[in-house]
């Protein structure tokens, strides 16, 4: 079977074109006129990426209209294209153009979805709940939103696991500090706890996918035989200076390491005796 293609664009969802007195590609609106669309995927605009948008819009103007359709108490909603608005107006333009189209709210919503998949503009988690929404708000089968929106099925289905994930991992794959991948491989994990704790140890020590993956189900696997994660055993080198301490001090001693060239020294003693033996070598 033929894979699907996101490359078909925005044609294959909007329904055929309205009368020309209700459309037109070329038209200018006035940017005060335009409003955000209530049906907008997207939750966060990088600051940086919309100034630098900005620039260029600037130098070259907007090259593409905005998609809107009209509002009932005046001017347009923005469908496809408020990221654009939005540096416009950082430009300092004054008019923008428009294509007006008469699309009901799912017709809009699918728009500016496929927009937004199609320029990559979407992080992971406004992509699962865009796809969920236009399961829980029109019903729509994983199947049937691969299909608008050209994906295979596995790949929304992927994108949908992601809500199970802990709010506080959601928004770390949202930040753009863990990926997808990373998202999906934390999954494995046996509870929230242990989600939460491998995100942040996976950010700090930059895990790789399959490095995430191989420690959610290490935990797993401690988890459901109740065994302790194991901790990382001490260097070649912490243990020759252990056993050097403990020749030369004649009693047992353990170093414990807190951090980068940090930690603590403790020395075993069994009698006062023992102690005043150990202070007289220190001192």
């Known amino acids: 079977m033929a894979r699907r293609r996101l490359g078909r664009g925005l044609d294959g969802l909007l329904p055929a074109a309205p009368p020309a007195s209700e459309r037109s590609a070329s038209n200018n609106a006035a940017i005060e006129d335009l409003h955000p669309g209530h049906m907008q995927p997207r939750g966060r605009m990088n600051p940086e990426g919309l100034a630098e948008l900005a620039a260029s819009i600037r130098e070259h103007g907007v ?133 939460k704790k491998l995100a942040r140890t996976a950010v700090s020590k930059g895990w790789s996918v399959r490095e995430a993956e191989r420690q959610a189900r290490r935990h797993a696997r401690d988890d459901a035989t109740g065994a302790a994660p194991k901790k990382p055993g001490k260097s070649t080198n912490v243990r020759d200076l252990e056993n050097r301490l403990s020749r030369a001090l004649g009693s047992s001693t353990k170093i414990h390491e807190s951090g980068k060239e940090r930690g603590q020294v403790r020395i075993s003693y069994s009698s006062f005796d023992e102690l005043d033996r150990i202070i007289e070598k220190l001192t």
């Open 63 to 195: 090259l593409e209209p905005i998609l809107v359709r009209k509002r009932p108490s005046g001017g347009f909603e923005i469908i496809a294209g408020e990221r654009r608005w939005r540096a416009a107006q950082q430009a300092g333009l004054k008019e923008v153009p428009i294509f007006l189209h008469n699309l009901d709210d799912e017709a809009a919503f699918e728009a500016a979805l496929v927009e937004n998949l199609q320029r990559e503009d979407l992080n992971p988690m406004e992509t699962a709940r865009a796809f969920q929404r236009l399961v829980d708000d029109y019903g729509y089968t994983q199947e049937t939103i691969a299909t608008k929106v050209g994906k295979e099925r596995s790949t929304v289905a992927n994108a949908l696991r992601l809500l199970k994930l802990p709010k506080d991992v959601m928004d770390i794959v949202e930040d753009g500090e863990l990926s997808e991948g990373h998202g999906r491989a934390l999954l494995a994990a046996p509870n929230v706890s242990s989600m």
